[in-house]
């Protein structure tokens, strides 16, 4: 299918290219906002203390530090694959959203949601981090406004699930498109795990914070978090490699090695992605060795569909670099087309991410987990994931997007490609730092230039940590100069949306069982009651709810 970002006036005024221009405008503004309060961050930890003179707009670190998690990880990514993934279904259904009334609604309500979440979140009411764990209490809006982004990416599932439903009718019988099928897996994935974090805003954590209810419990308050809190990660994720996968080995001159095996890899990602959030919580009393054993399994269950992935990419990409004449066994990477700022940044934040995945292994592992855990290792691996695979891989695609969706040419492709380095670069040097000072012992969350335990040999790696957050906020800065100059400056027309890349093994060659959404589905409810439903029976039975709340900053 081939798609111009000249398509006329009547495929402008869809809704799908509206709100997909308004999700991507509030993506980016929280994107700018988290980049600058990790440059506080990351001087800080340097020696450069600024926070005295930033007074009057933030109150202290650890302000800052949960604005940082809050807007990079959880609004910046929330909003943009709440605009990119529908854009995407919609091109391969070849059919407007279903509601577009809908579609709208939606948008507003996760916006109203987010600034209600804002206002105590600037006020200093809210300073409990992204993951906020009780005791520590925020006021109750910040909860409230995190729930209607939740409830509001329900909303963009419902619609995906309705337009799917058309478009099933119409082609009964067919393949699902792989763009369309990857979408919908990636929205219903999310949907079922966001049932533990909805959960604890709505029975825990909002009654608490409204006085309706005298205490809460911090045990159960991170069981149901983490049920949602690495499954997001795969909601990070999924988008990435929905582009990787349908867009990159097309632009990269070639064609997707395998459509099944894609599939495949996809439907285990939805069934494993949630029964596996005790890994997070190896240190914690109260689950038992048995129930963390049986999580870490299925962590390490879920690492196949990304090998699986990193396979079928891989091959894709050398399929594009050996039509363009490559030879060799590795230095057909030299061939890709690294002058399209799209490919670049996409190619490099998935050789980056390998690095990330191999940490990842690390921190799912009981005995190893005792080391690093709540150090700076995990702050480090987080950049490697959130950080690079997914926002690398987003700013690769918006350098595409942005010129499709407001109809102007990207304003300087070198900049870009500065950009990509520069951010690679920065980040090499930033997430290796704050590794090496985990395995020194040096805990995560924290103001080290106050801290009474800070350690001589802490302070080379300390300022390399300053100078990668340096690096990567100057990245920052030329990424959103060249998309601000593309969306208000640039003069040229814009070129065509990126053709979805055929494959050697096409959809043809997928069994048909494959598009049976019951079985997956009945599939991944069994395993969730398994990993999860005896420990939440006892930890119901016999939590006392009667934790006070904690305002400590």
């Excluded at 105590?120 to 925020?138: H, I, R, S």
């Excluded at 995190?146 to 619609?159: E, I, Q, S």
């Excluded at 800070?454 to 940590?465: F, N, R, S, Y």
């Excluded at 048909?512 to 009945?522: G, I, Q």
Aim: charged share 10%; glycine share 8%; proline share 6%.
């Amino acid at each position: 299918m081939a798609t111009t970002a000249a398509a006329g006036t009547a495929e402008d005024s869809r809704s799908e290219y509206g709100v997909t221009r308004a999700y991507l405008i509030v993506a980016l503004v929280a994107l700018f906002g988290g980049v600058v309060m990790g440059l506080f961050q990351g001087l800080e930890h340097a020696g450069i203390d600024l926070y005295p003179h930033l007074t009057p707009v933030l109150q202290s670190y650890y302000q800052g530090l949960t604005m940082h998690g809050v807007l990079n990880v959880l609004v910046w990514t929330t909003f943009f694959i709440s605009g990119f993934v529908p854009f995407v279904t919609v091109h391969s259904l070849k059919r407007p959203l279903a509601n577009p009334r809908l579609t709208w609604a939606t948008f507003w309500l996760m916006l109203a949601g987010l600034l209600l979440a804002a206002i105590p979140l600037v006020g200093n009411a809210a300073t409990v981090m992204f993951t906020f764990y009780p005791p520590m209490k925020a006021h109750w809006a910040f909860y409230l406004g995190l729930t209607l982004v939740v409830v509001g990416t329900w909303l963009v599932t419902l619609n995906l699930v309705l337009t799917y439903r058309g478009w099933r009718r119409e082609h009964p019988g067919e393949r699902t498109p792989l763009p369309a099928f990857m979408s919908l897996i990636t929205f219903v994935m999310w949907t079922i795990a966001s049932l533990g974090i909805a959960s604890e805003m709505l029975f825990m954590m909002i009654p608490w914070s409204l006085g309706i209810v005298k205490g809460t419990d911090a045990l159960m308050a991170r069981v149901l978090f983490w049920f949602t809190g690495h499954p997001i990660v795969y909601f990070w994720l999924l988008p990435a490699y929905i582009s990787w996968y349908v867009f990159v080995p097309k632009q990269a001159g070639g064609r997707l090695y395998s459509d099944p095996l894609a599939r495949v890899a996809f439907i285990m990602f939805l069934a494993l992605s949630t029964p596996l959030g005790f890994h997070h919580q190896f240190t914690d009393p109260g689950i038992s060795e048995n129930w963390k054993f049986v999580h870490a399994f299925i962590t390490f269950a879920v690492f196949f569909p990304s090998l699986m992935t990193f396979f079928n990419v891989v091959a894709s990409l050398e399929s594009g670099a050996r039509a363009r004449g490559a030879r060799g066994w590795v230095t057909w990477l030299f061939r890709l087309p690294w002058g399209d700022p799209s490919v670049a940044c996409q190619v490099l934040a998935m050789f980056t991410f390998t690095f990330g995945g191999i940490g990842g292994l690390i921190n799912a592992s009981a005995n190893l987990n005792l080391l690093v855990h709540n150090s700076a290792w995990i702050v480090g691996h987080l950049h490697l994931t959130i950080g690079t695979a997914a926002t690398l891989t987003y700013m690769g695609i918006t350098y595409w997007l942005v010129p499709v969706l407001w109809r102007r040419a990207l304003w300087s492709r070198r900049l870009a490609l500065a950009q990509a380095w520069l951010w690679v670069s920065g980040m090499l040097i930033f997430s290796h730092s704050l590794h090496a000072l985990g395995l020194m012992g040096m805990p995560r969350r924290s103001m080290i230039s106050a801290a009474p335990y800070m350690q001589p040999e802490w302070k080379m790696d300390l300022a390399l940590t300053g100078i990668g957050g340096s690096i990567l906020f100057l990245s920052a800065l030329l990424y959103f100069l060249n998309i601000v100059l593309t969306m208000v400056a640039s003069r040229q027309p814009a070129p065509a949306m990126p053709e979805f890349a055929e494959a050697i093994s096409g959809s043809e060659e997928a069994p048909a069982f494959l598009d049976r959404w019951p079985v997956w589905l009945a599939l991944t409810a069994a395993l969730i009651v398994i990993a999860y439903g005896p420990p939440l029976y006892h930890l119901l039975r016999s939590t006392p709810f009667d934790t006070p709340g904690l305002r400590v900053w």
